[in-house]
């Protein structure tokens, strides 16, 4: 079955540190590969996705390359802000069963100023 | 709505009492999902509405755990005879359709049940 693995936190970072959270997918098909965050007091949101190999997914300053020969989706910030503070939930949807998505464990970020 | 709304935003609940949730999805959006996310754990899958289709019912834990999707808009989650092992976040999801490639999934911001 779907399986996604995340990097163990919490991980704490002093601000304008360099983020990576590591993420390894075991998936039948072709999945879509996703980043999800979660704020404090808030819901899921999407971060960023991407739907097929060497495929980058980008935003708010954050990317992930869909790498297929690692079965990979590390997630990158090259300087982190207070406001970065989140759980960070990496996730895949399987192609050929696409009911539902499988998420890692959450990994908790904290920035220090 | 803009976004997807879940009711309440907080319940606390004996053990033994039934509770029920509900999720308004975004408007226009066919499919809709419930997980649950336990102190600590990641998110578990529990229910998937697609349409008018059968509902994906393979992520509910026990019998005690049903829901419904009226009109195919609104859902309900009930948990009848609560445990405390049921405390939890139950989010809510929604997207434009079955088609996971490039269809964004959308999060209500979650009923945390605390049954005590």
């Known amino acids: 079955g779907n399986s996604v693995t995340q990097m163990e936190g919490p991980v704490t970072l002093s601000e304008e540190a360099f983020l990576t959270i590591n993420c390894t997918y075991t998936a039948t098909g072709y999945p879509s590969l996703f980043w999800y965050v979660q704020y404090p007091g808030e819901g899921l949101q999407l971060l960023l996705k991407?739907?097929?190999?060497?495929d980058k997914g980008s935003n708010k300053g954050f990317e992930a390359t869909y790498r297929k020969e690692t079965t990979s989706f590390h997630l990158e910030k090259g300087s982190v802000q207070v406001s970065d503070s989140a759980v960070y939930f990496c996730a895949l949807s399987d192609g050929s069963s696409a009911r539902q998505l499988t998420f890692g464990s959450g990994t908790q970020l904290t920035v220090l100023p | 709505g803009a976004g997807v709304s879940q009711s309440p935003s907080n319940k606390v609940t004996e053990k033994g009492k039934d509770v029920e949730l509900r999720c308004d999805p975004i408007?226009?959006?066919?499919?809709l999902y419930w997980y649950r996310q336990s102190l600590g754990q990641g998110l578990e899958f529990l229910i998937y509405f697609q349409g008018n289709s059968a509902p994906d019912k393979s992520g509910l834990p026990s019998d005690r755990f049903s829901a419904e999707r009226t009109g195919g808009s609104v859902s309900t989650l009930t948990i009848q005879r609560t445990q405390q092992e049921d405390s939890a976040v139950y989010l809510c999801?929604?997207?434009?359709?079955?088609?996971?490639?490039?269809?964004?999934?959308?999060f209500g911001e979650g009923s945390w049940l605390t049954v005590v």
């Open positions: 408007s226009g959006h066919t499919a």
């Open positions: 999801a929604s997207s434009l359709g079955d088609r996971w490639s490039g269809n964004t999934i959308y």
């Open positions: 991407a739907t097929k190999a060497d």
